[in-house]
């Protein structure tokens, strides 16, 4: 199952401070770690809340620099999503190709419940707060923001696991007054998820689990098309646990990998090895189906099964945009078959 952790760290930013915006004396990130986590591998299926709670009150700083708040004002949050996250029904944004995820954030005082990110100028119901002109104080009955939930929802059946890189998800804003409609741009709290891959029980075993390699041999510098040197890879997979067992699924398979800068369709070269940064921008590799159909990089293409046996393959050669010189020497490109199934 997956096992949520938590760690705090600190954030530091600057900003003018507008009348009755609410700081953290101490900003805090709450990193929600997913490593070596399982997931039940079921379109639909929704994980148990991962949590961050810091279990106390922490210390905000609220400013009045130019006009005061009168008495008595409730704290205002505004809960947002970082990144650009489509919704997709029901309190869930989509965070990748397989995966939804919904935050809810701990809103404190006499509202006393989760709320559902994003969120707008959302009251805690405690009118607690006031300040007058040219004032800056602290107070430390803050505790809005210093717990929440996050779940994952399956999107679509995962094989082989699915990385997830850092990532900074969701942050929480303050203010105090009833007539002040902005927020400011430091974070009362920030919510990010910590690089984990998430292990599913299925699998595919391409190739046996080795390393495929194609060599070109020696090539013009000059007119590729991508229909000439062609090599042919053929290859057989092996897919086998959880919805495998007994079940016949429908498997597709693609290249996925660094594209070329001329062509998104095709994987691009280096001349300083497999991992190399040194980009050779007018060469590429091209891919065709084994009955010489186009395989784009980065499409799945459905492939033929005999129970969880399968057979798959490709064309490889090199290419180039037609009338470009490329430079003499060798080149590198490594890329990844991975599948995918209904």
């Not at 990193?31 to 905000?60: A, C, H, K, M």
């Not at 998800?169 to 920030?190: D, K, Q």
Request: charged share 15%; hydrophobic share 40%.
């Amino acid at each position: 199952m997956l096992r949520p952790a938590c760690i705090v760290s600190l954030l530091f930013a600057s900003t003018a401070m507008a009348n009755g915006y609410v700081t953290p004396v101490t900003p805090m990130n709450y990193v929600i770690d997913l490593n070596n986590s399982n997931l039940r591998n079921e379109i639909g299926y929704v994980t148990p809340g991962f949590t961050w709670d810091l279990n106390s009150n922490y210390s905000g700083n609220i400013t009045c620099p130019t006009a005061a708040v009168p008495r008595w004002s409730p704290v205002y949050y505004r809960g947002v999503y970082i990144s650009n996250l489509p919704p997709v029904g029901d309190g869930y944004v989509r965070l990748n190709d397989f995966l939804d995820m919904r935050v809810q954030i701990w809103i404190d005082g006499n509202l006393d419940q989760y709320v559902q990110v994003p969120f707008d100028n959302r009251s805690n119901l405690l009118d607690n707060f006031w300040c007058n002109v040219g004032a800056s104080f602290s107070s430390g009955n803050f505790r809005s923001g210093s717990a929440g939930i996050v779940s994952f929802r399956v999107r679509r059946p995962i094989i082989n696991g699915i990385q997830i890189s850092d990532r900074q998800i969701v942050e929480m804003y303050g203010r105090i007054g009833r007539t002040v409609e902005t927020f400011n741009s430091i974070p009362m709290s920030r919510i990010t998820i910590s690089s984990a891959l998430l292990y599913v029980p299925e699998r595919c075993v391409i190739n046996a689990g080795q390393t495929i390699e194609v060599e070109f041999g020696d090539i013009p510098t000059s007119g590729l098309d991508g229909n000439s040197f062609e090599k042919t890879v053929p290859l057989t997979f092996r897919c086998e646990g959880g919805a495998f067992e007994g079940n016949a699924l429908k498997i597709s398979l693609g290249i996925s990998g660094r594209p070329a800068s001329f062509n998104q369709d095709y994987l691009a070269t280096s001349s300083n090895g497999y991992q190399g940064s040194q980009i050779i921008n007018n060469l590429g590799i091209k891919f065709k189906q084994l009955n010489g159909d186009e395989l784009k990089l980065r499409q799945f293409y459905p492939v033929n099964m005999q129970g969880n046996i399968g057979d798959w393959g490709f064309i490889a050669a090199p290419v180039s945009p037609q009338g470009a010189n490329i430079p003499a020497g060798d080149f590198y490109a490594t890329a990844t078959i991975v599948a995918a199934f209904q």
